[in-house]
């Protein structure tokens, strides 16, 4: 064998080597060149660990890595990230799935789910159904909230409207079974407190504090295990006009997510980029529940069915007939990453 070839097949045995050691199965393809020039990338964001992923590949330099200049710009709401979607002068939006989102799928918004934001944890969840202490003696158990005062963050068809009906399906009851109050998120542990509601729905490090400060006591958790209620979606002008630029920005993501599994989830490469985009801090995130970052990036499809149908059976949307979720849902981009990478074992 010539010194070409045997230094091809050695090259080729340690590259599958690594691939082994990083948990990666599959022939994985030539990940794809930079582009050059490099592209500009405009991503509408809601500033929330659970885009994580996004935060580590600019942080990390993978999105450069692909030949992208990525501008990340904080909105307040995903309502303010879809309106720039809509318009075209975003190309991306990290945003929260919720029912104006359903509806306008159905009228024929123009743009697509291309990878998930993280997804709930599938144990130890920090969101949890609370019960104030004051009405602890009366509510034993999800079945005795029935004309009882729930606290949820978010009107109606909201993620936190959600979480409380999936939450009352476990003792067989709806939203209409109970009187839901909107509290905001920081207004919860005082609420529990004060008895103004008989319990709520909160997150970290609402529930803690709650909890803590003896103002409730668990009722439920791990509501939704898994469950991915936000995601990045790109505009329809993006993903026809550039579909190179949206590969390699999905790209960067997956392998970000694979950056972040187990103990390198707190490395301080990764906590030095959680921090520069988000308000959190190094002990609340050594303290948090990890969301989970998918290392191939599945878009869980059929979880994202189960929201709709929660919204629609509540009235929640202005249609009646179960959405087509290709009207949501573009897989190519997540696809195609998981060929050029590999697949990595979860």
């Known amino acids: 064998m010539a010194w070409d070839g045997r230094l091809k097949t050695w090259v080729a045995a340690f590259v599958g080597t690594l691939f082994l050691a990083a948990g990666v199965t599959g022939a994985a393809a030539e990940a794809p060149a930079p ?111 029935k004309g009882k005062k ?8 909201s993620g936190g409207e959600y979480l409380a009906a999936k939450a009352l399906e476990r003792a067989k009851l709806t939203i209409r079974d109970v009187e839901l109050v909107n509290i905001g998120n920081p207004d919860i542990p005082a609420a529990l407190q004060a008895g103004s509601v008989d319990a709520a729905i909160a997150g ?12 409730a006591k668990v009722l439920a958790t791990d509501l939704t295990p898994g469950l991915m209620t936000v995601a990045f979606v790109g505009s329809g002008k993006f993903i026809k006009e550039r579909p190179e630029v949206a590969q390699r920005f999905v790209l960067a993501l997956t392998e970000a997510a694979r950056m972040m599994q187990g103990k390198d989830y707190l490395s301080q490469e990764n906590i030095d980029a959680y921090m520069k985009y ?65 697949e990595a074992k979860n």
Do not use: C
């Open 204 to 215: 970290t490090p609402y529930s803690d504090q709650a909890v803590e400060t003896g103002s």
């Open 150 to 157: 729930l606290g949820v963050a978010g009107g109606p068809g």
């Open 35 to 145: 582009l050059d020039p490099p592209q500009k990338v405009k991503v509408a964001y809601v500033p929330i660990m659970k885009f994580a992923t996004m935060y580590v590949a600019a942080g990390r330099g993978l999105f450069k890595k692909y030949g992208l200049d990525v501008d990340l710009e904080k909105v307040k709401s995903g309502t303010e990230a879809i309106a720039f979607l809509s318009q075209g002068s975003v190309d991306v939006g990290g945003i929260a799935i919720v029912t104006s989102l359903w509806n306008s799928w159905n009228r024929g918004l123009d743009i697509r789910v291309i990878a998930p934001g993280g997804r709930e944890p599938l144990k130890d969840s920090p969101t949890a159904l609370l019960v104030s202490t004051k009405s602890a003696g009366t509510v034993k158990d999800i079945a005795d909230l």
């Open 278 to 342: 988000t308000a959190t801090t190094e002990d609340a995130l050594k303290k948090a529940t990890p969301a989970v970052y998918d290392p191939n990036m599945e878009i869980p499809v059929k979880g994202l069915a189960d929201v709709e149908r929660v919204h629609r059976e509540n009235g929640r949307t202005d249609y009646d007939t179960p959405i087509d979720l290709k009207k949501v849902v573009d897989t190519q981009f997540v696809d195609k990453a998981l060929a050029d990478l590999g």
